[in-house]
């Protein structure tokens, strides 16, 4: 993007998307970055239909040795302190860019997303505490309880409070979750993968030894075209800017 149109993003309230996932070991028939790269297409494809910005992915959230160690397998796992900070830093500069749509889509670990897991736990507090620090700064301390705002809550309650300038969202909400559970390597994200990014597929390379992944024999692309159209639409729903 050149300046230019930065200044028009921001006059427009554009949304700012930052896809976030994980380099993780996917099993043998599948591509390292599963998790990020899903993300990232989903978001190629909307991008074509709606005006969105799409920030670099971030490839090196906390993937954990939970699936595998790391040793010949290719996971690479970042504490999540480091990624708090990262994420901190981040959005200080949205902010300070004038940013006030910002999005981050996470692909890993998000099967239970209330309850929250290590890499969008991070993202949420720095999310948080940035702008805490932002309105202290700009308004200083007080700024809550004085007179100019006094709609907070209404605010709030329509959703354009400044808690919502930075929204951390799941790729898949619960009910996609459920008519195409999340797995590992398995029947969904080989599924997905093979619509989404059929290039980090490669069935001669399956292998049943793993439990995680014995399901991936019963993927196809069919499957994973019914569950890519429910996704995108539900992204591209909530990232119209006329919903904001």
């Known amino acids: 993007m050149f300046p230019e149109q930065i200044k028009e993003a921001v006059k427009k309230n554009i949304p700012v998307v930052l896809p976030v996932g994980v380099i993780e070991y996917h099993s043998e028939h599948l591509c390292l970055g599963v998790d990020t790269l899903l993300v990232l297409k989903a978001l190629e494809e909307i991008e074509k239909e709606i005006e969105i910005i799409v920030l670099p992915p971030f490839f090196y959230g906390?993937?954990?040795?939970?699936?595998?160690?790391?040793?010949?397998?290719?996971?690479?796992?970042?504490?999540?302190?480091?990624?708090?900070n990262f994420a901190k830093n981040l959005f200080e500069n949205l902010l300070r860019i004038g940013f006030r749509n910002i999005y981050v889509i996470i692909h890993h670990q998000t099967e239970n997303f209330v309850s929250g897991m290590p890499t969008d736990l991070s993202f949420k507090l720095a999310a948080r505490e940035v702008i805490f620090e932002f309105l202290e700064r700009k308004y200083g301390?007080?700024?809550?309880?004085?007179?100019?705002?006094?709609?907070?809550?209404?605010?709030?309650?329509?959703?354009?409070?400044?808690f919502s300038w930075i929204k951390i969202l799941p790729f898949m909400d619960k009910e996609t979750q459920k008519?195409?559970?999340?797995?590992?390597?398995?029947?969904?994200?080989?599924?997905?993968?093979?619509?989404?990014?059929?290039?980090?597929?490669?069935?001669?390379?399956?292998?049943?030894?793993?439990?995680?992944?014995?399901?991936?024999?019963?993927?196809?692309?069919?499957?994973?075209?019914?569950?890519?159209?429910?996704?995108?639409?539900?992204?591209?729903?909530?990232?119209?800017?006329?919903?904001?």
């Open 62 to 84: 906390c993937a954990s040795y939970a699936v595998e160690s790391p040793e010949e397998k290719g996971t690479i796992h970042i504490k999540p302190e480091v990624i708090y």
């Open 179 to 244: 008519k195409y559970p999340i797995d590992h390597a398995g029947k969904q994200e080989t599924s997905l993968m093979m619509t989404f990014c059929p290039e980090g597929v490669d069935m001669k390379r399956f292998k049943e030894e793993k439990w995680y992944s014995r399901e991936a024999k019963k993927a196809s692309k069919d499957y994973g075209e019914k569950a890519k159209k429910e996704i995108v639409e539900k992204l591209k729903k909530l990232l119209r800017r006329e919903n904001v």
């Open 141 to 162: 301390e007080g700024w809550w309880g004085k007179e100019e705002s006094k709609n907070y809550y209404n605010q709030h309650k329509k959703g354009i409070d400044p």
